[in-house]
């Protein structure tokens, strides 16, 4: 799949909210052309304040987005907390089950906004690469390496937190009272719109982190989420249903 089309992909499966804040691959594309094909210094410096203010956008939301989850993953830690206080452990208490199953569809809510979030980061660094290449190709230009080294130590682009938060739902979800769903999850647990997308997000990344023929210094790392247990757990569901996702 060529990557403009998976970019229009993921941002339709996205939430409506994130949209405009993903790479505008189109406009940095557009301007590769008038580069290559003109020559004028002023496209290539357009290019470059195009490429920061990319790098800007990214970071400012994915920090936003970051702090949000860090708040939220604690404010759920410290409810359970407050349950279990309240009615033990294992209690056989209705109204404790119904407290539990209620937090359960939060903590999977907030784990596919997290993955959503994990492969926001992903697809934007994979398109900046994609786009870096283009201008090498039409420009005989030398340009990547050095940005891609600055992507590096870009804070959207670090995701071992998130990924860290991720886990813990996952823990915390296997702690919780069963719910009757086969696996870790269950798409009744859950917005089907962020059900469907996370499902989507994470076998996308498992895709792009494949290694390809195309493999080189720039692609991205194996996913920080080990084995892909969610991709299995989820895939235990329905085949069906993430066939069509």
Same mark, same amino acid.
């Given at each position: 799949?060529?990557?403009?089309?998976?970019?229009?992909?993921?941002?339709?499966?996205?939430?409506?909210?994130?949209?405009?804040?993903?790479?505008?691959?189109?406009?940095?594309?557009?301007?590769?052309?008038?580069?290559?094909?003109?020559?004028?210094?002023?496209?290539?410096?357009?290019?470059?304040?195009?490429?920061?203010?990319?790098?800007?956008?990214?970071?400012?939301?994915?920090?936003?987005?970051?702090?949000?989850?860090?708040?939220?993953?604690?404010?759920?830690?410290?409810?359970?907390?407050?349950?279990?206080?309240?009615?033990?452990?294992?209690?056989?208490?209705?109204?404790? !089950?119904?407290?539990?199953?209620?937090?359960? !569809?939060?903590?999977?809510?907030?784990?596919?906004?997290?993955?959503?979030?994990?492969?926001?980061?992903?697809?934007?660094?994979?398109?900046?690469?994609?786009?870096?290449?283009?201008?090498?190709?039409?420009?005989?230009?030398?340009?990547?390496?050095?940005?891609?080294?600055?992507?590096?130590?870009?804070?959207?682009?670090?995701?071992?937190?998130?990924?860290?938060?991720?886990?813990?739902?996952?823990?915390?979800?296997?702690?919780?009272?069963?719910?009757?769903?086969?696996?870790?999850?269950?798409?009744?647990?859950?917005?089907?719109?962020?059900?469907?997308?996370?499902?989507?997000?994470?076998?996308?990344?498992?895709?792009?982190?494949?290694?390809?023929?195309?493999?080189?210094?720039?692609?991205?790392?194996?996913?920080?989420?080990?084995?892909?247990?969610?991709?299995?757990?989820?895939?235990?569901?329905?085949?069906?249903?993430?066939?069509?996702?």
């Amino acid at each position: 799949m060529k990557f403009g089309k998976r970019l229009k992909q993921q941002m339709d499966q996205s939430l409506g909210e994130w949209r405009d804040k993903f790479l505008s691959y189109k406009e940095l594309k557009k301007m590769v052309n008038l580069i290559s094909s003109k020559g004028a210094l002023e496209y290539d410096a357009q290019f470059m304040n195009l490429l920061d203010h990319e790098i800007d956008k990214f970071n400012a939301f994915f920090i936003e987005q970051e702090e949000d989850f860090i708040i939220r993953h604690k404010e759920l830690q410290e409810r359970i907390s407050q349950v279990i206080h309240k009615w033990g452990p294992q209690p056989s208490h209705m109204e404790y !089950k119904e407290e539990m199953t209620n937090i359960r !569809k939060q903590i999977v809510n907030f784990h596919g906004e997290m993955v959503l979030l994990i492969n926001y980061s992903n697809i934007n660094y994979t398109g900046l690469g994609k786009i870096l290449k283009k201008y090498e190709k039409r420009t005989g230009g030398v340009l990547r390496v050095h940005f891609i080294e600055r992507v590096w130590e870009q804070p959207f682009f670090t995701t071992d937190l998130i990924s860290k938060l991720v886990k813990d739902c996952e823990t915390t979800i296997e702690m919780l009272p069963p719910s009757t769903a086969t696996g870790i999850f269950h798409e009744e647990e859950a917005p089907k719109a962020i059900f469907r997308n996370s499902v989507a997000a994470l076998l996308s990344m498992q895709e792009m982190r494949r290694g390809s023929s195309t493999y080189s210094q720039f692609s991205l790392p194996p996913l920080n989420l080990p084995d892909f247990e969610l991709i299995q757990s989820l895939q235990l569901i329905s085949p069906i249903q993430i066939h069509h996702v």
